[in-house]
């Protein structure tokens, strides 16, 4: 008898380990911002912003000189220069938005840049989570950056540090967080 419960209960807890799931969690603002690359990009994503925001302000201003100079000058003007004027300006604005949606809309030069530059550390970052994921076998990597709500998390189970040492970054703690050197 007593080896039967004996054997019942090494088979439980064997077929309680096999199901079992392992989870860790890393946080991929903070693996990005250690990434110089990343920076790098950000830093130029926000230049060629700025310039074409100035682009597109410098537009609107033209037209506000356009309208102001309309209204000051509108007791003066025939039935046909007022609509000439007031075509011109619509004219402006119509290009106006439409530059504004070329360089920022959804499909925008500002989307595809960040597309070009961004995207391929993205991908790198996710294909070293994956391989983490992989050499560890764990289950389920949460990204704790993103509107995933944790509650409680084991630092034990932060992966960060060890996908930024696969994507070939050293990694020297310094409190908190660490220190990442390229090897």
Not at 31 to 41: D, R
Not at 44 to 47: A, G, I, T, V, Y
Not at 138 to 165: G, H, P, W
């Given at each position: 008898m007593r080896k039967s419960i004996f054997i019942i209960c090494i088979f439980l807890t064997i077929n309680t380990l096999a199901f079992s799931q392992k989870f860790a969690f890393v946080d991929t603002e903070y693996?990005?911002?250690?990434?110089?690359?990343?920076?790098?990009?950000q830093t130029?994503?926000?230049?060629v912003s700025v310039q074409w925001q100035k682009e597109i302000?410098?537009?609107y201003a033209e037209i506000d000189?356009?309208?102001k100079a309309?209204?000051?000058?509108?007791i003066l003007?025939?039935?046909?220069?007022?609509?000439?004027?007031?075509?011109?300006?619509?004219s402006k604005e119509k290009e106006a938005k439409e530059l504004q949606k070329i360089r920022f809309g959804v499909d925008g030069?500002?989307?595809?840049?960040?597309?070009?530059?961004?995207?391929?550390?993205q991908d790198k970052v996710y294909a070293s989570v994956k391989a983490i994921a992989d050499k560890g076998t764990?289950?389920?990597?949460?990204?704790?950056?993103?509107?995933?709500?944790?509650?409680?998390?084991?630092?034990?189970?932060?992966?960060?540090?060890?996908?930024?040492?696969h994507m070939g970054y050293k990694v020297g703690n310094t409190g908190a967080k660490a220190t990442v050197i390229k090897k």
């Open positions: 693996i990005l911002a250690q990434v110089p690359e990343y920076k790098a990009a130029d994503l926000d230049k302000e410098a537009k000189k356009m309208y309309y209204q000051a000058e509108q003007l025939t039935e046909d220069m007022k609509k000439k004027r007031e075509g011109d300006i619509v030069e500002l989307f595809k840049k960040r597309q070009e530059l961004v995207k391929p550390i764990y289950s389920i990597i949460f990204d704790k950056s993103s509107d995933l709500t944790m509650l409680y998390a084991n630092s034990k189970l932060d992966k960060s540090d060890a996908v930024l040492e």
